[in-house]
């Protein structure tokens, strides 16, 4: 009889471009050993108090990070050669901004309510590291809904209502009082978890674990 798939809770933000290797190597992973998975997407905000205009990516990272110029512009080109290997199309320049996620949170909730989330998921990923889409702009969102089937003018209305803000507070306070601090975090079968992006052998080996117990 086959197994049912593994429930993998992830815990991650549309800007976050670890998130997207580790969702891909995750995918890898459960493709190389069979073993089916199904991934449920929750809120978390890198840059909480962003201005809406974004800041400048290398400086952003300098000034959080303590990082110079040259260790900023390394980070990426490492990004750029693992995003290589496993399909991913980083697109970095000078002037690649970070941007509030706030409402492409709300906008992915309204999407779970259909199905529709994992989708948007990787379509806000693909706006912003491949084609470097301000994901916080109201157009950008409605039109990565509309890329999925989303009905854009319901796209609109969530947005400019806000109805889901209240929602998507409460899961970030949810997962933030867990000790979630960093993404991506992943939470597999609620039993395990697992923080950044741990390789294609690692999580092939966590879900031979998981189905073996």
Known sequence: MAQDP?????VS????????VG????????????????????PFELSPDMEAEGENLRDHIMRKYGSSADQSKDARDRLTDVGAELGIDFQWSDDSRIYNTFAAHQLLHW??????????????FDAYFTHGRNVSDLNVLIDAAASVGLDAEEAEAVLKEERHADMVRQKEQFWTSRGVSGVPTMIFDGKQATSGAQGVATFSQLLKQLTSQ
């Not at 933000?13 to 997207?20: K, L, M, Y």
């Not at 992973?29 to 199904?38: F, K, L, N, R």
């Not at 999407?111 to 806000?124: I, M, P, V």
Request: a negative charge; one cysteine or more.
């Open 23 to 42: 969702y891909r190597q995750l995918m890898q992973a459960s493709e190389a050993t069979g073993i089916a998975i199904e991934t449920y997407w929750h």
């Open 111 to 124: 999407a779970s309510e259909t199905g529709h989330a994992q989708a948007l998921k990787l379509a806000l």
């Open 13 to 20: 933000d549309v800007v976050c471009p670890w998130c997207i």
């Open 6 to 10: 593994i429930r993998v809770d992830i």
